[in-house]
């Protein structure tokens, strides 16, 4: 009687301990069979994550029409770049006046103006510094081209360039002379982007 008493013990214990086990992990989204309750991310997460991804602006891309801006320059004049209709134009953006990568990426473009000339290519270089910061940086490096006052980063946004901390990626644009984008450059190596544009411009 004791022998089976302690058998039926046994059993029953290894039962409960069955019982006990982990249940798999449910699902992003699945229901509970005890609750009902839908398992899904917290309220916190996924409005954060929808705001990321709201904030990014979807990148302008070969074929785009290049926005409708008027652009302001260093002295007080002002060109719509739909006027340009018929001729190519680089639309470069870059951080700030007077820094090291901006000075190597400006002085190729000013290095090669002969043959950005003889290309009868535009060029414009647009960042959020002002009218006097860009006439510095022009007389620093003799400069032949332009560049656009964009202190409130209107023209960035309008080219949908991300602006950080109150400065505009590097990123470059190029016109076609039917006003839609011939070549985006959303990733700019400021030692070769001279280089690269002439390429584009002999390649298109």
Same mark, same amino acid.
């Given at each position: ?14 039962? /409960?301990? &069955?019982?006990?086990?982990?249940? !798999? =992990? +449910?699902? @992003?989204? $699945? #229901? %509970? /069979?005890? &609750?009902?309750?839908?398992?899904? !991310? =917290? +309220?916190? @997460?996924? $409005? #954060? %994550? /929808?705001? &990321? ?8 891309? @070969? ?142």
């Amino acid at each position: 009687m004791k022998r089976h008493l302690a058998s039926m013990t046994l059993v029953c214990g290894t039962l /409960a301990l &069955s019982a006990c086990g982990s249940e !798999p =992990t +449910a699902p @992003a989204g $699945a #229901t %509970s /069979a005890r &609750s009902g309750a839908s398992v899904r !991310p =917290t +309220a916190t @997460a996924t $409005a #954060t %994550s /929808a705001a &990321s991804a709201s904030d990014a602006p979807t990148p302008l891309a @070969a074929g785009d029409a290049a926005p409708d801006v008027t652009l302001a320059l260093h002295d007080g004049s002002k060109v719509a770049l739909s006027s340009l209709r018929g001729k190519r134009v680089l639309v470069y953006f870059y951080p700030k006046d007077d820094t090291p990568g901006c000075r190597v990426e400006a002085q190729g473009l000013r290095d090669k103006w002969p043959d950005v000339q003889a290309a009868g290519l535009v060029v414009y270089g647009v960042s959020t510094q002002d009218a006097a910061s860009h006439q510095a940086f022009i007389d620093k490096e003799t400069l032949p081209f332009p560049l656009v006052v964009d202190v409130d980063g209107a023209i960035a946004r309008a080219f949908h360039v991300p602006v950080k901390n109150g400065f505009a990626a590097r990123q470059s644009f190029l016109v076609g002379a039917d006003g839609k984008l011939e070549k985006v450059w959303l990733e700019v190596a400021p030692p070769e982007h001279a280089a690269q544009v002439l390429a584009a411009i002999k390649g298109g």
